[in-house]
């Protein structure tokens, strides 16, 4: 055989290879698992043990309550997302593709398996949960980036609809991709990625429309922090939960964002520092992932956060009640 059909089938070789390669992560981000059949809902035994630090404040916030959580049941921990009912109850996704549905202070809640494809951590990595205003109940998963939707607003058991993909998130980071969602009162998505960032370090972000229509935008970061939670404050105000955190250091900050620019046509998000802290200090810390937003008619709201402990016995489960103080933005909204 002649050297240059040799090297035609070289070609021909690396370029199979290459389309091969391609495909696979496709099929990594894009395939549709196995559904799991997993999905009782089961009570749940809850210690609760206060942890100090109650009552100090820290820019717009006092810290009402402090808490770390325990439980005998093996599948308890990993909480990545939270949300607020209008019971008053919280619901919580974990990495492992469970749910936790839970009333502050009480010793028992109720847990199952978010209703979903696959059984693997590629296929169920939950990161964030969010309530839309028409009554629907929205999950962020990494791995595969997607959101998936659930009638009614409580445990995600009852899909519906298809998954929603955008070819923008496919160059995000398989661990490091939507690890925020928030729900404006329009009923428009802003998806925020913890690991893709701009050429300026900015953090990137989806903004989707109701009609689908999706435009990428950046929001001002907090240097060394990387965002894991948001929830809408108003209907142009984000509040984003932000933590460092790699086991010899845990610190968290909070940041209010104008989204204004960017629903006029901009692309740019302003920022700004709301509270700030860490391991040492008097409010108590992990590794902070969820954030919900309660609003009290009358009243200033108030804000849940709770840690991920990443099923790790050197870790806790933490649950912070932020009572806002102070107006995080100008008394008028705008």
């Known amino acids: 055989m002649s050297a240059t059909r040799w090297s035609r089938l070289g070609e021909w070789g690396l370029l199979v290879g290459l389309v091969l390669a391609a495909g696979g992560i496709l099929w990594s981000e894009l395939r549709p698992p196995q559904l799991a ?17 109650a009552g100090t404040t820290n820019g717009p916030f006092r ?11 093996g599948r308890f921990g990993g909480l990545s997302g939270l949300a607020a009912l209008a019971d008053g109850q919280l619901l919580a996704i974990t990495d492992a593709g469970d749910w936790l549905l839970w009333r502050p202070g009480s010793a028992t809640g109720e847990m199952g398996a978010i209703a979903m494809p696959g059984r693997d951590k590629a296929d169920r990595d939950s990161e964030a949960v969010a309530l839309t205003p028409d009554g629907r109940t929205l999950v962020s998963l ?8 659930f009638a009614g607003q409580g445990p995600p058991v009852g899909p519906v609809g298809e998954p929603l993909y955008r070819t923008d998130t496919m160059g995000w980071p398989p661990n490091g991709g939507g690890e925020s969602l928030a729900v404006l009162p329009d009923g428009q998505l802003v998806w925020i990625a913890e690991n893709a960032r701009a050429a300026d370090g900015a953090l990137t972000a989806q903004l989707i429309a109701g009609d689908g229509k999706t435009r990428t935008i950046v ?26 955190y790699n086991g010899a250091q845990s610190a968290a900050a909070i940041t209010v964002v104008d989204l204004a620019p960017v629903l006029a046509g901009g692309s740019a998000a302003p920022a700004r520092l709301l509270a700030q802290w860490a391991r040492g200090g008097s409010w108590p810390i992990d590794n902070m992932e969820g954030l919900a937003l309660v609003r009290r008619p009358g009243r200033l709201p108030l804000l849940y956060l709770v840690s991920d402990d990443n099923f790790s016995g050197v870790q806790r489960t933490l649950l912070l009640q932020l009572e806002v103080i102070s107006p995080l933005v100008a008394v008028s909204g705008r």
Do not use: C, K, W
């Open 142 to 149: 990494e791995q595969q980036h997607r959101i998936l939707t």
């Open 37 to 53: 059949a997993d999905t009782e809902r089961r009570q749940v035994a809850i210690t609760v043990a206060n942890v100090a630090g």
């Open 63 to 73: 810290l009402a309550s402090a808490a770390a959580l325990t439980s005998a049941d």
């Open 219 to 244: 929001i001002d970061p907090v240097a060394g922090f990387s965002p894991t939670d948001a929830t809408a404050l108003d209907d142009r105000h984000l509040i984003v939960l932000h933590r460092q």
